[in-house]
Nanobody
Framework: QVQLVESGGGLVQAGGSLRLSCAAS????????MGWFRQAPGKEREFVGT????????RYADSVKGRFTTSRDNAKNTVYLQMNSLKPEDTAVYYC????????????????WGQGTQVTVSS
């Protein structure tokens, strides 16, 4: 079992930055891949990025590449999503999730989810 708690969402103007945190607990976290997803009203949940706990390897959606960066602090069992140059279309509820498989971009590949945190970008 893996438990995830996100924090750090809020309201920001376009062009601004936010950093989301995802505190994880559970056994053998080092074997998991952590994913970030987002869901805007009326839209499907979409992949944002992912990071391997063990190697730090990352992968991003094209829509955020170059603007968002995910990282992890193994000592704190926390992963982060640094979001820069935010756009109004980035407005969504952001979720972190955990999977035992690397490279999955579909929500179905992640059995463990946090509660989500709202990010709103004003124009």
């Amino acid at each position: 079992q893996v438990q995830l708690v996100e924090s750090g969402g809020g309201l920001v103007q376009a062009g601004g930055s936010l950093r989301l945190s995802c505190a994880a607990s559970g056994r053998t976290l080092s074997t998991y891949t952590m994913g970030w997803f987002r869901q805007a009203p009326g839209k499907e949940r979409e992949f944002v990025g992912t990071i391997s706990w063990s190697s730090g390897r990352t992968r991003y959606a094209d829509s955020v590449k170059g603007r968002f960066t995910t990282s992890r602090d193994n000592a704190k069992n926390t992963v982060y999503l640094q979001m820069n140059s935010l756009k109004p279309e980035d407005t969504a509820v952001y979720y972190c999730a955990a999977s035992s498989l690397w490279g999955r971009v579909d929500p179905a590949g992640y059995p463990y989810w946090g509660q989500g945190t709202q990010v709103t970008v004003s124009s």
